[in-house]
């Protein structure tokens, strides 16, 4: 079975084929970095992920290029506060660290780029000026806007028609635009002080001039308009048409709208082939959203679950369906990671024990293994349905621990299969730390604080205080490490 995806733009499932060869061009909308990152926020990358480890196993070569909002009125709105900075830059890059931070402790893999803003402008002004230049866009007062009017296909991902569409951008700019639906490419000067107040946080003094980072263009000082960045970004790290584009379901319109309109305009090619949109992450029927106020930041959360708990709620339920999150949900989701963890330890542990055999065949497990990897594979190619993929995982738990249950002597060859089916489909596909917990930290930590406890016992028995050495092998033991005294010194292994 080939893969298939839900293609946002035709509102069709279409069987996925990259432009080019084996090739796939990946953009994935990236955070606007004006607070920590929430669940839900989470949610898009952790999907995101998924994607990007499922096309890697398939043998396509993944080029995935995810960007930082580092410009925006949101990041503005925090200047002056006394721990992120007096720039719209110093406050941007706290918490692009912060974003990063939480990438890597939900175990994302890495981009092959994230392009911030900031240091594509250039790229940005020559795209603008494209667009002037074929009669997209115009200037007005020191901005340019895009004349949605001009593009015959404006409309056509969010399926809208340009005459019922409301007005787009703040109040200020509905006397300078020729159509109340034309938006920004490029704004005049600095964040206007009522577009900063909305944002502002309560403790903050309020603004009373604009503010926010400004760059000279052919147009006079001023800033990006916040759907021309993704254009001129992707267009710079991938290519003018990329394969996959991935976002929050939120985003369809106006924002990825009118990077279609812009980017297609400018080159007179597809923008995005497949559009792959992610449901939204609730709590209590509303979305999670940091405007909102019903979020739960991704550190915290790491904090109190874990990520392996993270990652099996998410996995329990089909990027493109809404998801809500909740003490029932991650109660579930600990249980279900439990039982993975806890099947995997068993059938790694029974293969390396003296109980499995080389002549034992055991016919339904084997036939139970080979049945989770084709109903997996099946699962993940039919629009990356983690949960049906999830749920032939299950399977596998169940399958091993029946096998472990009803025999005493096991079939190693179907425990060697089943435990390399859980490192391939748990770990590198679902990115779940089967093995270790996520909570044990570094294997060479652990040696070395054993070395280190070692080391304290043999000082004890060359000072004759046996009973204290022994009591310090006796811990060891209770902690799971085997103690093993020779003529060349103790030696150590982990059961």
Known sequence: ??????????????????????????????????????????????????????????????HHVENFTDVNEKIAARIGDDELGDTESEVAERFTGNVIRDMRGLNLKRAEVYPRVSEHVPQIIDLVETLMEKGYAYESNGSVYFDVSAFDDYGKLSNQKVEEMESQGPADERSEKRNPADFALWKAGAVAPDDVAEHRPDGLDP????????????????????????????????????????????????????????????????????WLHVGLLQTEGDKMSSSLGNFFYVNDALAE???????????????????????????????????????????????????????????????????????????????????????????????????????????????????????????????????DSGEGGDVSVAEDLVELVLSVREAEREAGNYERADELRDELTALGVEVQDSDDGPAFRFE
């Open 305 to 435: 679950f874990g990520v392996d708990v993270i990652r099996t709620f998410y996995l329990s339920t089909a990027y493109g369906s809404e998801q809500t999150f909740g003490e029932d949900e991650m109660a579930e989701a600990r249980e279900r990671w439990e039982r993975l963890e806890r099947a995997y330890e068993a059938a790694r542990d029974a293969i390396d024990g003296v109980n499995a055999y080389a002549t034992v065949e055991d016919d339904e497990f084997r036939e139970a293994v080979e049945t989770v990897r084709t109903d997996f594979r099946a699962a993940m190619n039919d629009d990356f349905n983690v949960r049906e993929a999830m749920a032939a995982l299950l399977e596998l738990v169940r399958a091993v621990n029946r096998h472990l249950d009803e025999r005493e002597r096991y079939d190693y060859r179907a425990l060697r299969e089943a435990v390399e089916t859980f490192d391939e489909l748990g770990g590198d596909v679902f990115g779940l730390s089967l093995g």
């Open 207 to 274: 603004v009373s001039e604009p503010c926010g980072d400004t760059w000279e263009s052919p147009w006079g000082e001023g800033r990006p308009g916040w759907h021309i960045e993704c254009s001129a970004m992707s267009m710079t790290h991938l290519d003018d048409t990329i394969d996959i584009h991935v976002g929050g379901r939120d985003l369809v319109f106006p924002h990825h709208e009118n990077e279609v309109a812009q980017s297609e305009a400018a080159t007179g090619q597809t923008f995005a082939r497949y």
């Open 1 to 62: 079975m080939t893969l298939s995806v839900t293609n946002t733009l035709t509102g069709e499932r279409e069987e996925f084929e990259p432009r080019t060869g084996d090739d796939v061009l990946l953009y994935v909308c990236g955070l606007t970095v004006s607070d920590d990152a929430h669940l839900g926020h989470a949610r898009l990358w952790m999907h995101a992920d998924v994607m990007h480890r499922w096309l890697d196993h398939e043998g396509y070569d993944v």
